[in-house]
């Protein structure tokens, strides 16, 4: 497949119960986070995103939150699905400076076990 | 469909031989970029265009050219490829070069393995 990170810490649930996924960011002046899902093959996809004026947002089935204090956001998916099986990277952005690069974390795997 | 394309999604090639990776997006979008994700360390980017014929360097621009004639297409050019350059490339685009709080949408990726 095209996934990248053979060593990725990987995360395994059972269909139909939540998952939560965590990721440490490093820059306290990142003032936008993102959740991307990769599936095989493919290039990653958005899932939600967040401001750092905000604490929690939520989309469908899934939730993120982000603690500034510890730097830590998660994103949670409810009832979580095979289809949901895929790379999961959280993305900052640093603060404004016109170049929107993206900082993407190494990613965690889901595995979904039907 | 809104989306991003990327050619040739699969490339062998030697050490020294020219290469471009086409990118074309069908949103109007401003802002365009490319990124090589490696593993263990995650997508990084090589060059970013926030218009027409604007351009400049991302964190790991070394070896790569790009060019932005049209808004619609964002070429990477490697004019003398290395193994180094071998990896997982991926074009991404964006609506407004004024805000970051746009999400950005990828092309399916460019596996590129340089001999």
């Known amino acids: 497949g095209e996934n990248v990170g053979l060593h990725l810490p990987t995360l395994s649930v059972q269909e139909g119960d939540n998952s939560i996924i965590n990721c440490a960011y490093s820059?306290?002046?990142?003032?936008?986070f993102i959740w991307y899902k990769q599936e095989s093959g493919k290039g990653p996809q958005f899932i939600i995103d967040?401001?750092?004026?905000?604490d929690k947002r939520q989309g469908q089935r899934v939730t993120v939150l982000l603690n500034k204090t510890v730097k830590h956001l998660s994103l949670q998916i409810a009832a979580t699905q095979p289809g949901d099986s895929a790379v999961y990277f959280c993305a900052e952005n640093p603060q404004w400076t016109g170049r929107r690069a993206l900082t993407f974390g190494s990613g965690t795997r889901l595995q979904v076990q039907p | 469909e809104a989306q991003v394309t990327q050619n040739p999604r699969y490339l062998i090639t030697v050490t020294g031989k020219k290469l471009t990776v086409t990118c074309s997006q069908n949103?109007?979008?401003?802002?365009m970029s490319w990124y090589r994700q490696d593993p263990g360390l995650g997508l990084r980017q090589i060059y970013y265009s926030m218009n027409v014929e604007v351009t400049d360097k991302g964190d790991v621009p070394e070896g790569y050219k790009v060019s932005r004639k049209e808004k619609r297409n964002f070429p990477l050019i490697l004019e003398s490829p290395s193994p180094n350059q071998t990896s997982l490339y991926f074009c991404?685009?964006?609506?407004?070069?004024?805000?970051?709080?746009?999400?950005?949408?990828f092309g399916p990726g460019t596996r590129l393995t340089v001999l």
């Open positions: 949103m109007n979008h401003e802002y």
């Open positions: 820059n306290s002046a990142s003032d936008y």
């Open positions: 991404a685009s964006s609506n407004s070069g004024t805000s970051p709080y746009n999400e950005q949408f």
């Open positions: 967040i401001r750092s004026n905000m």
